[in-house]
């Protein structure tokens, strides 16, 4: 079983996906570590200040990793490879421009970022990319991430039906 753990940056996939690896027997891979550490990007995007991920390198970086086989996928983009289930974690916009900025990112970034939010963006390539019946939908807003976790974990255990479209933050953008 391969799950990917995606959503919009700061609604903390590392941070939940770190707690799943201490407290289970998970194999969890953070996509963004592989980027630096097998340089697979295409360019630095100078404005953003951001490598440009190679998706065709770590797809096929996925394939060959022996252990990639039967884990938990972590990124932002975590959904754009072949995958069994798909955890898309969600944040109030508010709440996540607040934990970017805390984080250190700039008022731009964050609220780009909130925006994307409210507007489902992942969640819509996900279930684009891989169908109702495989998505499933977490909100971070009011879960500490220990909460986060056992929820991560009921979706890889099957223990939790596919959920989309529950999460709303449209009324943000009014
Ligand atoms: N459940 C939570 N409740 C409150 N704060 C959280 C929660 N999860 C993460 N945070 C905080 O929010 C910030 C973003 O978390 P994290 O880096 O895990 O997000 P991310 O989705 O992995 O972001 P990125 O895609 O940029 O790697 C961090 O400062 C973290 O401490």
Known sequence: M????????????????????EETDLEVIHLNEVLE???????VDADRESKIADLDG???????????????????????????????????PETLEERLLERGETEAKASENAESEALDVILAEAVEEHGLESVYEIDTTDL???????????????????????????????
């Open 2 to 21: 391969r799950v990917a753990v995606t959503g919009t940056p700061g609604t903390g996939k590392t941070t939940a996906t770190e707690r799943l690896r």
């Open 37 to 43: 550490e097998e340089e697979l990007y295409t360019e």
């Open 58 to 92: 770590l797809a096929a970086w996925l394939d060959d990793a022996e252990d990639a086989e039967d884990a938990v996928i972590e990124s932002h983009l975590a959904h754009h490879f072949e995958v069994d289930r798909v955890a898309v974690l969600r944040c109030h």
């Open 144 to 174: 500490a991430p220990e909460a986060v976790a056992t929820e991560l974990e009921a979706v890889v255990a099957g223990d939790r039906e596919p959920s989309a479209g529950e999460v709303d933050f449209v009324g943000y953008l009014e």
